[in-house]
């Protein structure tokens, strides 16, 4: 699909204003785009990340994806999933819900976990096809270390911003412990015939703690503003990522980092008619981390839990449980009934259970 036959993002559909924060500066310290990160972060909990220096290795993620793609779909459903909350592997095509009435997603991705991209060739947790395994060392862990040093150094900012002890943040997200950690590759079929408002994806937060995704070409992410009951398009602009805070870090945080919906619909007018894809790299907590507000490391985030309804934010699981429990009760061979999805809800319907 030549990239020239693609059309513009539509200028005429409602999109988000999200701030473009320069990577370059908040690495190098610059304490004024540090605080427009943290506006971004606290406020909505998105933003446009440019300089951050991954055009290379996304681009090769991307190849990699397209050739696992390729794939028979037999080969593929040998490196599926499954049913017991296990993320790494190839999902297909509407194995998930998108909905309460189990309406069916229709992507299918790819998820590498860091930690066999890492330790590749030995194996932490499953195997992977042979499109992934010869990319391991070329393509798979170069991205992966890079997205890592990035999603770091957003954490670093964060950590110093609630006042918490160095490198506290980190710790929780150590390189060296098992963790949910993963790459993603998404391709959306064409959607031409298919209700713009219909979701790919359906609305949620993430459950990890910073997510770096990126697009080629193709609009169709949505967030939906605080306080608001009408979605918006995030438009794509080259060379620029987009990132998100997750639900653990808005835990940790005690809801002062914002963990805000999201979900995936039909490109936009034209541009639904071409095939649409995006990675994500999501950095999770390791799995035996407790996710609840680190109040006795912060008086900032002590003074927000206090300030929230009682157990606003405690979720009285680890990581490795959060993750399994979301994952497991999105599949749709899991679901009993409306109950199901609920089940698989993060923080998003907190509010209303309580
Ligand atoms: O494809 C996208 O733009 C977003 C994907 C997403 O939200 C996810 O995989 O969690
Ligand atoms: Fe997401």
Redesign the pocket.
């Known amino acids: 699909m030549p990239a020239a036959t693609v059309p513009q993002f539509p200028d005429d559909v409602p999109t988000v204003p999200l701030l473009v924060i320069d990577y370059a500066l908040v690495e190098a310290g610059n304490e004024a785009e540090i605080g427009r990160l943290w506006q971004a972060a606290t406020q909505l909990g998105f933003w446009y990340l440019k300089n951050h220096g991954a055009d290379e290795e996304v681009s090769a993620m991307f190849e990699m994806g397209d050739a696992t793609m390729q794939l028979p779909l037999e080969e593929k459903m040998a490196y599926e999933q499954g049913n017991d909350g296990n993320s790494f592997g190839y999902k297909a095509a509407g194995a998930n819900a998108t909905d309460e009435y189990g309406s069916l997603d229709f992507v299918e991705f790819i998820n590498v976990a860091k930690d066999d991209a890492l330790a590749y060739p030995s194996v932490v947790h499953r195997q992977y096809p042979s499109t992934v395994r010869e990319r391991m060392v070329s393509t798979v862990a170069p991205f992966v270390r890079k997205s890592i040093e990035v999603n770091n150094t957003l954490l670093s900012a964060f950590n110093d911003r609630l006042g918490l002890p160095a490198g506290t943040l980190l710790r929780l997200h150590a390189l060296d412990e098992s963790s949910g950690s993963e790459t993603?590759c998404?391709k959306t079929p064409p959607s031409q015939t298919i209700s713009q408002d219909k979701a790919a994806?359906g609305a949620?937060t993430?459950f990890g703690s910073l997510?770096f995704?990126h697009?080629k070409l193709l609009g169709?992410?949505q967030v939906l503003p605080p306080g608001t009951e009408a979605w918006k398009y995030v438009k794509p602009i080259p060379g620029h990522a987009i990132c998100n805070v997750g639900d653990a870090l808005s835990i940790f945080s005690g809801g002062i980092l914002r963990s805000n919906l999201?979900r995936?619909v039909p490109p936009p007018k034209a541009q639904a008619a071409f095939e649409r894809w995006?990675l994500?790299f999501f950095t999770r907590p390791g799995y035996s981390q407790l996710l609840e507000p680190l109040v006795n490391d912060s008086p900032l985030i002590a003074a927000a839990v206090g300030s929230a309804l009682p157990g606003r934010f405690s979720t009285g699981a680890t990581a490795k449980e959060w993750f399994t429990r979301r994952i497991k009760n999105q599949r749709i061979a899991n679901r009993a009934g409306p109950e199901t999805w609920r089940e698989s809800r993060g923080t998003e319907h907190k509010v209303e259970a309580i």
């Open positions: 993603r998404i994806i949620h993430d997510s995704l697009h169709g992410l999201h995936v995006s994500v």
